[in-house]
């Protein structure tokens, strides 16, 4: 795996030389309440790749201590995701809800020593005691001092009966919580007393109905790494905040001395990347499903025909940074192009079918020529497809009247046919609803031309341009799907008071093109085979069918919009 040295790396080694640790574990934590985008790919190519440099492990753990929306469901489609990008976490697979005992126990320790008491305030008051107002929650500081809560005082054989009634449900849900006696003036709202535990009698997907009591995530996280002996827990910037609070908690514990390390969150331009926002486009139907080829999900992205390979090289790419900052989808689209150019097998269909009509081409006759399965693979070969005197091509290669610099098919102007012959329009049929049928002639000294000359009839003339067809009494219908960005604006984010990102959804992000021809070869594709289809673009079989058609999603178009802008980006 190919990583560069970065500040964790630097970060770990002097870990190393100073003797804090003699190896390292990382972990990978996702919480089950959702499927994987490409931002927890960012986050799990960093968490696998640092352990691989150092000769070290990575786990899978899943946090899952909020019973609320966490299903077994999301656990499958995690591990799927994981999996088929390519990481191997073998039988490091752990579960938080399975440390609800140990960190239990650990409470009542902390409480022992007198750094946690049980308090009667309601969440409200927990809030208005902790002097936060609106603003302060986003940035989570605070200059006006907090003030005790009046039951922060409790004897420690109190606190320890009260937590074990909590414990065996004698109150009702949000009734007390059980809180770390930290600062109430801690500028660090997060300082101020956080909440260790909450009542709620959910049902937890994996412990059912064991537990009255649920751990937060400030407490949960850091002794959960602590408990797999997770040296470094490298996790995104939003929880740099939240890091006194992890080395508050492994300390009054006395547990292992995980070590947290921030990096900048990935962000992409057109789309969002928080479980929170995807899952509200999945539940308000604004797409198919987390699969939805729209959506920045691994699912999606490998509906959508996107490659393991190319999104680890992305990931690879664009590399670790401690700031946050927005990526250009052109460039995931550059890595995909350059893995996706090298692998895939060309193809000819026609999304927009016009009849051509090649009048000097007997009835009934077809004949085969070779066309190349990959340029960029020889060894992928050539195959045969048919030549006949019906053919269909896209409509808009044909104008009546040429604009100008237009060099395709137009009375008296001649094209090559790709892998085929050079034809020259004679003429066309229309009615009331436009063109229906163009008639060429073919030239039979023109066969294979740019493609294989195997009986060495050699291209004589030369013809601006080449178009691509496929022969209409041979051709499969097929179904394509062609989607544009989810959003319309770059940051999908930004809205102004009163609007939310729903009102930045583009208007049409999906085409669906009903009946386009396809040459035989991908009537056998299976759902993932992935094509060029010449000079349009990438193309995935998907696992629908449309009317007994097999249905294509377009990956990507083949014009690199990249390379442009890199300059003003990278
Ligand atoms: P939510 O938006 O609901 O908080 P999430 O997208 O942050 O969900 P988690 O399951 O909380 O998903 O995250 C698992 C891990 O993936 C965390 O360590 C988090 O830091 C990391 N992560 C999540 N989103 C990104 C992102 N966009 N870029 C990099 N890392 C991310
Ligand atoms: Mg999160």
């Not at 005082?153 to 074990?164: A, K, V, W």
């Not at 850091?222 to 492994?250: M, N, Q």
């Not at 990096?263 to 139907?285: D, E």
């Not at 993932?528 to 449309?546: I, M, N, P, S």
């Amino acid at each position: 795996m190919e990583n560069r040295e970065n500040f964790i790396t630097a970060f770990i080694k002097d870990d190393l030389a100073s003797g804090r640790f003699d190896h390292v574990v990382t972990r990978f934590p996702p919480e089950p309440n959702g499927w994987l985008h490409i931002g927890h790919c960012k986050a799990f190519y960093i968490d696998f790749s640092t352990a691989e440099q150092f000769g070290g492990a990575c786990n899978l753990r899943f946090d899952d201590t909020n019973p609320e929306k966490e299903d077994e469901s999301y656990v499958q489609a995690i591990k799927r995701d994981v999996k088929w990008m390519g990481f191997d976490w073998g039988d490091r697979e752990f579960y938080a809800s399975d440390y609800y005992e140990y960190l239990y126990e650990l409470a009542v320790k902390i409480i022992k020593k007198g750094r946690a008491y049980v308090d009667d305030l309601s969440e409200e008051e927990i809030s208005a005691y902790r002097k936060t107002n609106v603003a302060d929650k986003n940035n989570i500081t605070e200059t006006l001092p907090g003030e005790d809560s009046p039951w922060r005082n409790r004897s420690i054989e109190e606190n320890l009966d009260l937590f074990t009634r909590m414990r065996a449900g004698e109150f009702p849900d949000g009734a007390k919580t059980l809180r770390a006696k930290i600062d109430m003036t801690s500028p660090n709202l997060l300082m101020r007393d956080p909440v260790m535990y909450r009542i709620k009698r959910d049902f937890h997907y994996r412990t059912k109905d064991k537990w009255r009591i649920y751990p937060m995530y400030d407490f949960a996280h850091p002794l959960s790494d602590a408990k797999e002996g997770v040296t470094h827990s490298l996790c995104s910037l939003e929880y740099e905040i939240h890091r006194p609070l992890y080395d508050w908690f492994i300390r009054e514990a006395e547990v292992f001395p995980s070590r947290q390390i921030e990096f900048a969150r990935l962000n992409l331009t057109y789309t969002v990347l928080s479980k929170r926002w995807l899952s509200q486009l999945v539940r308000g139907k604004y797409v198919s499903g987390w699969d939805d080829p729209r959506m920045p999900t691994i699912a999606g992205l490998r509906r959508r025909g996107y490659t393991p390979e190319a999104i680890r090289s992305f990931a690879s790419q664009i590399g670790v940074a401690k700031m946050d900052s927005v990526v250009d989808i052109a460039f995931l689209e550059y890595c995909l192009r350059q893995d996706l150019n090298k692998r895939t097998q060309r193809a000819m269909a026609v999304l927009n079918p016009l009849k051509l009509i090649v009048e000097n081409w007997e009835e009934g006759k077809f004949e085969e020529l070779d066309a190349i399965n990959n340029p960029e693979a020889p060894s992928a070969g050539v195959r045969k497809i048919a030549f006949g005197r019906e053919l269909w091509i896209e409509a808009d290669d044909f104008a009546e009247v040429p604009p100008p610099k237009y060099f395709r098919l137009y009375p008296g102007n001649s094209v090559r046919l790709r892998y085929a012959y050079i034809v020259t329009c004679v003429g066309y049929e229309k009615d009331e609803n436009g063109v229906v049928a163009v008639h060429c002639a073919y030239d039979p000294a023109t066969r294979g031309g740019n493609a294989v000359d195997a009986d060495g009839v050699h291209d004589n003339r030369k013809v601006k341009s080449t178009i691509h067809w496929t022969a209409a009494a041979k051709a499969v219908p097929i179904t394509v799907r062609v989607y544009d960005n989810l959003f319309a604006v770059e940051k999908p984010m930004d809205v102004p008071p009163g609007k939310t990102f729903l009102d930045n959804l583009a208007p049409h992000s999906l085409e669906t093109i009903e009946t386009a021809y396809a040459e035989p070869l991908l009537a056998d594709a299976k759902p993932e085979d992935r094509f060029q289809f010449e000079r349009l673009g990438y193309f995935v079989r998907d696992a629908d069918t449309a009317d007994g058609k097999p249905v294509f999603n377009k990956t990507v178009g083949l014009r690199d919009t990249w390379k442009k802008i890199a300059g003003k980006v990278l």
